[in-house]
């Protein structure tokens, strides 16, 4: 993915301020005062970037490059968060002056890490769907409801989950049809699969639960057999041993 100059810009100042300002995981402290003040400028800089922006490809690109810095800023949130043990104050602050900002960044139930919830990216498919990043913040939004919804693959599924489960396959298929060499479509045909294996039992009629086992077996199958040896495949290969034999 060729990286915006800004975007690059950003990520060079962020390695200065990690060297100069971060103190050690080691110390336990990796945010200071100063580093989140910093940060937070850049962030409402890129948000006037976008408010300035009126053209559709200007202003997705705008984004594109909000929703990755607000990104960025997660990811330090959660190595603090590793290297405390727990949120300290200067961490909830930094998440309070985050939601001030209309940037929703909670902590997940099942994990605890910190997740912010890709409003940027979703509003750039609303203007760009074929657009130069579409392939990534497309992959980061199905990336995220999948792992929110199967924290624990053999967890039984919750209504909600369902639904959003069953309103998810076609947009698998439509990342697989639209970007088929992508080095995340393996993931995208594993969460396809998973998705059609959980779902089956839980269908409402024979014909329907069929389809889905024959879309459970079809996606893991060939994540088997496509990238042997890698964790999705192991999986895959687990998952399959669960399922029906085929009826001849």
């Known amino acids: 993915m060729k990286i915006p100059a800004d975007l690059r810009r950003f990520l060079a100042a ?16 990796l945010l200071d005062p100063q580093l989140m003040q910093n940060l937070l400028a ?15 490809g200007p202003k997705a690109e ?27 104050p200067l961490t909830a602050l930094f998440v309070k002056r985050l939601a001030a900002m209309e940037i929703a960044v909670v902590a997940a139930e099942r994990d605890g890490r ?13 203007l760009a769907p074929r ?5 990534d913040a497309r992959f980061l939004v199905l990336e995220q409801a999948f792992r ?12 909600q989950d369902e639904a959003a489960a069953r309103r998810a396959l076609p947009e698998y298929e439509r990342f697989l049809t ?19 294996h959980r779902l089956g039992p839980r269908a409402k009629d024979e014909r329907d639960r069929m389809r889905l086992r024959d879309c459970a077996r079809q996606s893991l199958t060939e994540v088997a057999a496509n990238y042997p040896g890698s964790i999705e495949a192991r999986a895959a290969e687990a998952l399959l041993e669960q399922l029906p034999a085929p009826e001849p």
Do not use: I, K
């Not at 962020?14 to 402290?29: E, F, P, R």
């Not at 929110?148 to 209504?159: E, I, N, V």
């Open 42 to 56: 850049e962030l409402h800089q890129q948000q006037m970037r976008v408010a300035e922006r009126t053209e559709p």
């Open 114 to 126: 910190f997740r912010y919830d890709l409003d940027a990216f979703r509003q750039y498919l609303r």
């Open 178 to 196: 639209r970007f088929p060499l992508d080095p995340r479509a393996r993931e995208a045909r594993f969460f396809l699969g998973v998705e059609c």
């Open 62 to 88: 705008a984004l594109f490059v909000l929703g990755s810095r607000a990104r960025l800023l997660v990811d330090l949130l959660n190595q603090d968060l590793s290297a405390h043990g727990q949120p300290d």
């Open 14 to 29: 962020t390695v200065v301020l990690a060297a100069s300002g971060w103190h050690c995981v080691q110390a336990h402290t």
């Open 131 to 135: 657009g130069a990043h579409a392939a």
């Open 148 to 159: 929110l919804r199967t924290g624990d693959a053999a967890a039984p599924l919750a209504a």
